[in-house]
């Protein structure tokens, strides 16, 4: 019965490493298909907050921009607000610790989940524009 035990609770480990490894490889790919488009006119409106690095700045044009991504399900923005929140609280714990040296990873995690939320931002800023545009034409 304990073998079966330890047999169940490995496997579990497992597979939530697995699950999270796989959710990072998607992210990572969702943020490598595509950059902001800086030299884009139609986004100049918001050119500053596009390139930001504050995570919650970003987070806040969501909110003014797009306030119904903040529950689609399909951005994944909450998912990554956690994780951002994790991995924050991870290097403010370990940087007490240790040297600011040994937890750096958790501040390019950090600027991995500012990048993707941007990304989306983007994305979701140049579908609205190809929309309205589509809808002049006719």
């Known amino acids: 019965m304990l073998i079966a035990a330890f047999i169940l609770v490995i496997s579990i480990a497992a597979l939530m490493q697995f699950t999270m490894f796989a959710w990072r490889a998607s992210l990572l790919r969702a943020v490598s298909e595509q950059y902001v488009n800086e030299a884009d006119a139609s986004l100049q409106p918001y050119p500053n907050r596009l390139r930001s690095t504050s995570f919650a700045e ?61 990304v989306r931002l983007s994305q979701r800023l140049e579908r609205n524009i190809s929309i309205a545009n589509q809808a002049r034409s006719y």
């Open 58 to 118: 970003v987070k806040a044009v969501y909110r003014d921009l797009c306030p119904e991504l903040e529950t689609s399900p399909t951005t994944n923005l909450r998912a990554v607000s956690l994780y951002y929140a994790v991995m924050n609280l991870v290097g403010r714990v370990g940087s007490s610790i240790l040297p600011a040296e040994g937890f750096s990873w958790t501040q390019r995690e950090m600027a991995l989940c500012t990048q993707y939320a941007t």
